[in-house]
């Protein structure tokens, strides 16, 4: 190992710990989630071109990586449907879902290394935990460089625009300022939020505990970011991540990005969760698949965005 | 592929997955990009921005619902959406084509349609809702690939 890769033994399994189980099904899992997320999006936008096209393969290529001795030949399919996927979004000018890119990265760390090789799957999970630990330091560093949080401007506006944000956060902020800045609050397409007139403002709240909360957001993230790498902090480190990930959640309710980061979180634990919560996310997906808003409307669905 | 090139495939990936962030910041500004996406780990860190537009005729008339079908307005809107998402993503400068085809095309007499366009967003010292960019367009029925209008017809 050379002094150019070395650093990546930071992110080195436990010994004794079930890390090739959880890169084993979180393979599985990567299928589950594009071939979801893929049939969500052509549910919901038929757009007749050729995305329609890769949703579909993405779907049959997902099955594929169920059957047995076909994962990693269905890994390197599923990388360039992906890949695909983004880049026809970006030549067709329509937004590029951050999730979908994290997606296709980790695909394509799968179709480079096997997680059936000891030495490959090592270097797999490296490559994959370091990654979760940039998303999240840059997560939390992108908020310090924009500055909205330092006064609680971005989560004083989503309390205030958006209803499932208010859930979330009116609690924390007086009623007096609620009221002053729902009063800017226009209609929006989307239901639930709102668009607030030119000139609505200030966004700003007499609420130290809500200013406060703000600012631990990025301070956790960026923390967490260093930590995830640091062996005797990660555990512990992941499985508050995931509980803040819960939390984002409850505002944002982007189902599908939430299943996927409480996933690679999972890789950061010693025991075998990925495959223990393989259950629990088939059945996720599978109500987004049959309920409302997105789904085939079998079933009646809380609110989310879907994918 | 050996083992040590892969994992010299991989730090490369990784270095760039974790230098590409700190780019991100600087591009999304310099190309006027939506910062939520385009892979920089910046959503939820500003509001996202809006559009809003009026449009014109080259006497000041507005488009209005009641002067044309369901069907028209229907088109206009979509071709709107269109465009301001386009402008908020990825090109805010680019010019409305699609929607002034569809506005010309439900006035056939208009030569041409003026269109204003307003990217609302907050500002960050204020922490208020305000205009940040303005764009106006002139696009004739030429621009947008119609024929002239009836009432220019050998004018």
């Given at each position: 190992?050379?002094r150019?890769?070395?650093?990546l033994?930071?992110?080195?399994?436990?010994?004794?710990?079930?890390?090739?189980?959880n890169?084993?099904?979180?393979?599985?899992?990567l299928?589950?989630?594009?071939?979801?997320?893929?049939?969500?999006?052509?549910?919901?936008?038929?757009?007749g071109?050729?995305?329609?096209?890769f949703?579909l393969?993405?779907?049959?290529?997902a099955?594929?990586?169920f059957?047995?001795?076909?994962?990693?030949?269905?890994v390197r399919a599923?990388?360039?449907?992906?890949?695909?996927?983004?880049?026809?979004?970006?030549?067709l000018?329509?937004?590029?879902?951050?999730?979908?890119?994290?997606?296709?990265?980790?695909?394509?760390?799968?179709?480079?290394?096997s997680?059936?090789e000891?030495?490959?799957?090592?270097?797999l999970?490296?490559?994959?935990?370091?990654?979760?630990?940039i998303?999240?330091?840059?997560?939390?560093l992108?908020?310090?460089?924009?500055?909205?949080?330092?006064?609680?401007?971005?989560?004083?506006?989503?309390?205030?625009?958006?209803?499932?944000f208010?859930t979330?956060?009116?609690?924390?902020?007086?009623?007096?300022?609620?009221a002053?800045?729902?009063?800017f609050n226009g209609?929006?397409?989307?239901?639930?939020?709102y668009?607030?007139?030119?000139?609505?403002?200030?966004?700003?709240?007499?609420?130290?505990?809500?200013?406060?909360?703000?600012?631990?957001?990025?301070?956790?993230?960026?923390?967490?970011?260093?930590?995830l790498?640091?062996?005797r902090?990660?555990s512990?480190?992941a499985?508050?991540?995931?509980?803040?990930?819960?939390?984002?959640e409850?505002g944002?309710?982007?189902?599908?990005?939430?299943?996927?980061?409480?996933?690679?979180l999972?890789?950061f634990?010693?025991?075998?969760?990925?495959r223990?919560?393989?259950?629990?996310c088939?059945?996720?997906?599978?109500?987004?698949?049959?309920?409302?808003n997105?789904?085939?409307?079998w079933?009646?669905?809380?609110?989310?965005?879907?994918? | 592929?050996?083992?040590?090139?892969?994992?010299?495939?991989?730090?490369?990936?990784v270095?760039?997955?974790?230098?590409?962030?700190?780019c991100h910041?600087?591009?999304?500004r310099?190309?006027d990009?939506?910062?939520w996406?385009?892979?920089?780990?910046?959503?939820?860190?500003?509001?996202?921005?809006?559009?809003?537009?009026?449009?014109y005729?080259?006497?000041?008339?507005?488009?209005?619902?009641?002067?044309?079908?369901?069907?028209?307005?229907?088109?206009?809107q979509?071709?709107y959406?269109?465009?301001?998402?386009?402008?908020?993503?990825?090109d805010?400068?680019?010019?409305?084509?699609?929607?002034?085809?569809e506005?010309?095309?439900?006035?056939?007499?208009?030569?041409?349609?003026?269109?204003?366009a307003?990217?609302?967003?907050m500002?960050?010292?204020?922490?208020t809702?305000?205009?940040?960019?303005?764009?106006?367009?002139?696009?004739?029925?030429?621009?947008?690939?119609?024929?002239?209008?009836?009432?220019?017809?050998g004018?």
């Amino acid at each position: 190992m050379d002094r150019a890769t070395g650093w990546l033994s930071l992110a080195d399994p436990t010994p004794g710990s079930q890390w090739r189980s959880n890169l084993e099904w979180f393979r599985l899992f990567l299928f589950l989630h594009m071939g979801a997320r893929s049939l969500l999006s052509w549910m919901a936008t038929v757009h007749g071109n050729a995305l329609d096209a890769f949703h579909l393969v993405a779907v049959a290529v997902a099955v594929l990586g169920f059957v047995p001795g076909f994962a990693q030949r269905a890994v390197r399919a599923a990388f360039v449907i992906v890949a695909g996927q983004l880049l026809t979004r970006v030549a067709l000018q329509l937004d590029t879902a951050n999730h979908v890119f994290l997606e296709a990265a980790f695909l394509g760390f799968f179709a480079l290394c096997s997680a059936d090789e000891e030495d490959e799957a090592r270097l797999l999970l490296q490559a994959m935990r370091f990654t979760v630990a940039i998303f999240f330091f840059y997560t939390g560093l992108q908020k310090v460089l924009y500055g909205y949080y330092f006064r609680a401007e971005f989560l004083t506006y989503m309390a205030v625009t958006s209803d499932f944000f208010a859930t979330v956060f009116q609690w924390m902020i007086p009623q007096e300022d609620l009221a002053r800045l729902q009063a800017f609050n226009g209609p929006s397409p989307s239901p639930g939020r709102y668009s607030p007139a030119i000139g609505a403002g200030p966004y700003r709240v007499d609420s130290p505990l809500f200013v406060l909360t703000a600012n631990l957001v990025y301070v956790f993230e960026m923390g967490a970011g260093l930590l995830l790498l640091h062996a005797r902090a990660r555990s512990f480190v992941a499985l508050a991540a995931i509980a803040f990930v819960f939390a984002i959640e409850a505002g944002a309710r982007e189902l599908t990005f939430g299943i996927l980061m409480v996933n690679l979180l999972l890789l950061f634990m010693d025991g075998a969760w990925v495959r223990k919560l393989f259950p629990v996310c088939a059945l996720a997906y599978l109500y987004l698949l049959l309920g409302e808003n997105g789904g085939l409307g079998w079933l009646p669905m809380f609110r989310y965005a879907p994918a | 592929m050996t083992l040590e090139t892969r994992r010299k495939v991989v730090a490369t990936v990784v270095a760039v997955l974790a230098i590409w962030p700190a780019c991100h910041f600087a591009v999304v500004r310099a190309y006027d990009l939506n910062p939520w996406n385009w892979f920089g780990w910046a959503m939820y860190t500003l509001p996202a921005q809006r559009v809003e537009a009026f449009a014109y005729s080259p006497d000041g008339k507005p488009v209005s619902p009641a002067s044309m079908s369901r069907d028209a307005y229907q088109r206009i809107q979509i071709a709107y959406h269109r465009w301001s998402r386009r402008m908020i993503e990825v090109d805010w400068r680019g010019p409305p084509l699609e929607f002034a085809r569809e506005i010309l095309s439900a006035y056939p007499s208009w030569p041409e349609v003026k269109i204003r366009a307003h990217r609302i967003g907050m500002d960050r010292e204020s922490a208020t809702m305000m205009i940040q960019a303005t764009e106006t367009y002139r696009l004739s029925r030429e621009d947008v690939g119609l024929e002239s209008s009836s009432s220019q017809v050998g004018s």
